[in-house]
């Protein structure tokens, strides 16, 4: 149980494109799903907090503009990067929140990641 | 802002030895986290703590949510080159359920 997925897993696009990526729920419901990155060997950066069915809510110093977050369904956010430059290339990872029957836990369940390379 | 800070840094040590890192906080949790992250993926949820004081278990990996509720401990036992990886404490405190990691721990384990 508790499986996230990630699409696409790799993705290199040229300076100035749009790329989009998706974290699905798989076997549960997500009300709330996070986008994070990660730098080599850094730990994980917050970037925003993706509500179903509401606007994400962006970390301080993260463009809102810049990186797009839609959360249509209870099982997908995805995240947008607008006009990629060469400094946008990362580590992306998204995590999602699987309520339970009382709506409190706290426990994240990861995707795979996806390594964006701007070029 | 919260800070986690998590230790040891690093590790190399010998398959069949015993580990042990630890993660404090300046600040209160209300659920500690340790995560494992491989080469390449995302980070897999080894045990969730929810209560101060509570000894977790699963497998050969024991946590503990620290009576003070600023720090947690991740103990492995008998080591075994799978165990390789980076290893994160997480806290959450907040109604917005985010969490705040530390800076990981990177585990080597020589056969």
């Known amino acids: 149980g508790a499986v996230v997925s990630q699409h696409p897993s790799r993705v290199i696009c040229k300076s100035g494109t749009s790329v989009k990526i998706e974290c699905r729920s798989l076997?549960?419901?997500?009300?709330?799903m996070f986008w994070y990155r990660q730098f080599p060997k850094q730990s994980l950066m917050l970037m925003a907090t993706?509500?179903?069915?509401?606007?994400?809510?962006?970390e301080q110093g993260v463009e809102k503009d810049k990186f797009l977050i839609n959360h249509a369904s209870l099982t997908l956010s995805t995240l947008t990067v607008t006009s990629a430059h060469p400094e946008d290339s990362s580590f992306y990872i998204c995590?999602?929140?699987?309520?339970?029957?009382?709506?409190?836990?706290?426990?994240?369940?990861f995707g795979p990641g996806t390594r964006l390379t701007v070029t | 802002g919260q800070q986690l800070n998590q230790s040891p840094q690093s590790m190399f040590i010998q398959e069949g030895e015993d580990v042990s890192m630890n993660c404090t906080s300046s600040?209160?949790?209300?659920?500690w986290l340790w995560y494992k992250q491989e080469p390449g993926e995302g980070p897999v949820l080894l045990i969730a703590?929810?209560?101060?004081?509570e000894l977790t278990s699963n497998g050969r990996l024991t946590a503990q949510f620290g009576i003070t509720r600023k720090d947690s401990f991740l103990n492995i036992s008998a080591s075994i080159p799978s165990d390789v990886g980076i290893y994160f404490c997480?806290?959450?405190?907040?109604?917005?359920?985010?969490?705040?990691f530390g800076k990981g721990t990177l585990l080597t384990v020589n056969p």
């Open positions: 995590s999602a929140r699987d309520a339970g029957p009382q709506g409190s836990t706290h426990e994240q369940y």
């Open positions: 703590l929810y209560k101060a004081g």
């Open positions: 600040s209160i949790f209300n659920t």
């Open positions: 993706s509500n179903e069915g509401s606007k994400a809510t962006y």
């Open positions: 997480a806290g959450s405190g907040g109604s917005n359920y985010k969490l705040t």
């Open positions: 076997d549960f419901q997500a009300t709330t």
